[in-house]
T-cell receptor, first 114, second 112 residues
Framework: SQTIHQWPATLVQPVGSPLSLECTVE??????LYWYRQAAGRGLQLLFY??????ISSEVPQNLSASRPQDRQFILSSKKLLLSDSGFYLC?????????????FGSGTRLTVV | AQSVTQPDIHITVSEGASLELRCNYS??????LFWYVQSPGQGLQLLLK??????LVQGIKGFEAEFKRSQSSFNLRKPSVHWSDAAEYFC??????????FGAGTRLFVKA
């Protein structure tokens, strides 16, 4: 069965520090991968999505970046965090095979920038 | 442009009472529609989805949703709410390609 792992679960980082969040998927090949951010009391904002190794599409201009060095690995990064980067970050993968259309989400990373 | 509206930011129901969470969407074609549930500090779990066919869709945990094209709605229902249903619920529409648009969510509170 397919599983998705996301870590760390919580992170407290000072302003200006770098960021690296990692997400890996097991049990499937060539998944579509996504990073979402969820701010307090708000819905999900799509940050990046990837349809293959090295292919990254950015939805929102920001000081974050994403990379997909391997088929089932998706990394969210920042060189210098801002206070506004605080939030709940969710990784997800999706399949579009037949009616198997839907997202499977990781358990999320709570990022607090101080 | 595609959009999803969940008009209720939060809803409180008594345990054992029925529940209906509203969702309206804007999309040019027949959409893929979803409901997800999120417990505090957790990721989202798929409750049910609609692609085509029967407009009444059954999901996990006793939830169902009905697609009404004329009203552009996909409301989530449950006949009897349990305290464990307290969570945030997100309606979403598959916007074509690889994107899904999520509503802002409705937080459900269940009182004893």
């Amino acid at each position: 069965s397919q599983t998705i792992h996301q870590w760390p679960a919580t992170l407290v980082q000072p302003v200006g520090s770098p960021l690296s969040l990692e997400c890996t998927v097991e049990g499937t090949s060539n998944p579509n991968l996504y990073w979402y951010r969820q701010a307090a009391g708000r819905g999900l904002q799509l940050l990046f999505y990837s349809v293959g190794i090295g292919q990254i599409s950015s939805e929102v201009p920001q000081n974050l970046s994403a990379s997909r060095p391997q088929d089932r690995q998706f990394i969210l990064s920042s060189k210098k965090l801002l206070l506004s980067d605080s939030g709940f970050y969710l990784c997800a993968w999706s399949s579009f095979v037949g009616t198997d259309y839907g997202y499977t989400f990781g358990s999320g990373t709570r990022l607090t920038v101080v | 442009a595609q959009s999803v509206t969940q008009p209720d930011i939060h809803i409180t129901v008594s345990e054992g009472a029925s529940l209906e969470l509203r969702c309206n969407y804007s999309y040019g074609a027949t959409p893929y529609l979803f409901w997800y549930v999120q417990s505090p500090g957790q990721g989202l779990q798929l409750l049910l989805k609609y692609f085509s066919g029967d407009t009444l869709v059954q999901g996990i945990k006793g939830f169902e949703a009905e697609f009404k094209r004329s009203q552009s709605s996909f409301n989530l229902r449950k006949p009897s709410v349990h305290w464990s249903d307290a969570a945030e619920y997100f309606c979403a529409v598959g916007a074509g390609g690889f994107k899904t648009i999520f509503g802002a969510g409705t937080r459900l509170f269940v009182k004893a």
